[in-house]
């Protein structure tokens, strides 16, 4: 019944911008924390960001400030804003959940909800 759904990935010419979705319903999103990682091409999972039921957020050192986590509980959705991307961004981006408060999704094992990823690819 748990579903992520992402979207608003695609092509982006180095040094732009965008903001990737993940719409979520089936369990209490008010009262969970959730995660973006990604994944590039014969590259391991790497986790983005993780934003907490308090509106606190976690990133990964490799974002260098470029990439901002935020939730609108109204709407159920989490979103991750993507500034200055370069080729190294390009990846599967995906959201991800335990369902629980304090659970970051750093491993696939860390956490049981994943959704089917949105492609992000920058080049010029």
């Known amino acids: 019944q748990v579903q992520l759904v992402e979207s608003g990935g695609g092509l982006v010419q180095p040094g732009g911008s965008l903001r990737l979705s993940c719409a979520a319903s089936?369990?209490?999103?008010?009262?969970?924390?959730m995660t973006w990682a990604r994944q590039a091409p014969g590259k391991g999972l790497e986790w983005v960001s993780t934003i907490f039921r308090d509106g606190t957020s976690l990133s990964a050192d490799s974002a260098n400030g470029r990439f901002t986590i935020s939730r609108d509980n109204d709407k159920n959705t989490v979103y991750l804003d993507m500034y200055f991307v370069a080729p190294e961004d390009t990846a599967v981006y995906y959201c991800?959940?335990?369902?629980?408060?304090?659970?970051?999704?750093?491993?696939?094992?860390?956490?049981?909800?994943w959704g089917q990823g949105t492609q992000v690819t920058v080049s010029s």
């Open positions: 089936g369990f209490f999103f008010s009262d969970s924390a």
């Open positions: 991800a959940t335990a369902a629980v408060n304090l659970k970051s999704c750093r491993t696939r094992d860390d956490c049981r909800y």
